[in-house]
């Protein structure tokens, strides 16, 4: 917990080296046909032995009965409060790819999506269009022109993009224009207190226009703004954990969390294959690494069961690759649940384990919801995991005389 009083009196540095998997989504719910979540109904045995010998639990990522996003959800595992440390998605992307992103500037994540006849919302990611169709597409964007502010439009990857605002005045204080489900027509922007009235307005006219540029183009046919967001200051991770940390990860948006907490952001290829040689080639040069793999949220969000089964099956094949790597600390995290049988991010708190010399198993003989439920380590804030990381790697000492 990065806010931990006199961390700085108890924490230093050392050769443990730990290494944190964060399965997106990793968390599920039972089929209604089998009564089994995504976790129970695979074939997982390198996770289940792992289990065995390890610490288990769960996390609650931000609060009971809060859905986090992947930012907030990701924060609370390398230690920040989310409800203190708040960041829009928009801030995340933009970094993520690169963008030179200045005080004073507002980011935010824009979705193609397909609407109807109706102008109703029927695919909020249009399809899953792919990079090259997404970034024609974005340039088309990128020349539309609104009086009194500059707007720029950039692919991340997929059907994702992020926009740039500049100018006098812009403000983040504006509301999303996705309205989260299907059926419903993208929502105007609006302003949460007058400093954002001149902002939303110019983001309505841009998406007029964006309307009229994107009407021929099935299945992106329109889009949908997330996450309006400026520069936050958040504590450096590696300054206050006495650490040199690292991430990998292939989609942007964690990049750019990772570089904003103080990470050194390792280029990788697209793949979870390409992120473990990353991970090998660089691996005497960190003592923490956050690896990321993202495709148990992806079949989740599309609502499809036997898909997230076989991401997380397939996650399962890469487990004695990464223990022959012999982190001193091996946890295996995810920043919130995606049932698959809800096609969304939910509140249920997530299987959690953490592997070390001091750790020799406690019963837990499978690596799911129910059996980290009877693991030692109980439902423990997700926000407290870093802390234990710390000490299973030897480098907290005594609180306190």
């Known amino acids: 917990m990065i806010d931990f009083t006199g961390l700085h009196e108890i924490v ?58 992947s930012g907030p959800g990701h924060l609370a595992l390398f230690g920040y409060d989310p409800v203190k440390y708040l960041i829009g998605r928009g801030i995340l992307e933009a970094l993520g790819i690169g963008v030179d992103v200045q005080k004073g500037e507002v980011a935010v994540r824009g979705n193609f999506c397909t609407v109807d006849g109706q102008n109703a919302i029927t695919d909020r990611r249009a399809g899953r269009i792919t990079s090259e169709e997404a970034i024609p597409l974005c340039k088309a964007l990128d020349q539309i022109k609104v009086p009194g502010i500059e707007i720029s439009v950039y692919p991340v990857q997929d059907y994702r993009f992020a926009l740039v605002l500049r100018g006098p005045g812009v403000s983040d204080q504006i509301s999303e224009t996705d309205p989260g489900r299907l059926g419903l027509p993208p929502l105007p922007c ?102 990321h793999y993202k495709p148990a949220d992806a079949a989740g969000e599309d609502g499809d069961f036997d898909a997230k089964v076989r991401a997380l099956e397939t996650l399962d094949t890469y487990i004695p690759e990464l223990m022959k790597l012999k982190p001193d600390v091996f946890m295996i995290a995810g920043d919130h649940a995606t049932p698959a049988v809800i096609a969304n991010h939910t509140w249920h708190p997530v299987p959690f384990l953490i592997n070390s010399r001091w750790t020799e198993g406690e019963g837990v003989d499978e690596f799911h919801e129910k059996s980290c439920a009877t693991g030692a380590l109980g439902r423990l804030s997700a926000v407290h995991i870093m802390l234990l990381a710390l000490a299973h790697a030897d480098k907290l000492t005594k609180f306190g005389p």
């Open 190 to 291: 609006r302003e949460f207190s007058a400093v954002g009235a001149g902002t939303a307005a110019a983001v309505n006219t841009f998406i007029s226009e964006a309307r009229k540029v994107l009407q021929e183009s099935f299945p992106a046919n329109m889009l949908v703004l997330r996450g309006f967001s400026v520069l936050p200051n958040l504590p450096d991770m590696g300054v206050n954990y006495c650490l040199k940390p690292a991430a990998i990860a292939a989609y942007p948006m964690y990049r750019g969390l990772a570089s904003l907490v103080g990470m050194e952001v390792l280029p990788s290829g697209p793949t979870f294959e390409d992120e473990l040689d990353t991970l090998k080639n660089n691996f005497d040069r960190h003592d923490f690494f956050y690896l």
């Open 12 to 69: 230093g540095s050392t050769s443990s080296k730990i290494l944190m998997l964060v399965a997106d989504g990793l968390g599920g719910l039972p089929h209604p046909e089998t009564r089994r979540s995504e976790l129970e109904t695979a074939n997982i045995p390198n996770l289940d032995r792992l289990a065995q010998h390890s610490a288990c639990g769960l996390t609650t990522p931000v609060l009971p009965g809060i859905a986090p996003g």
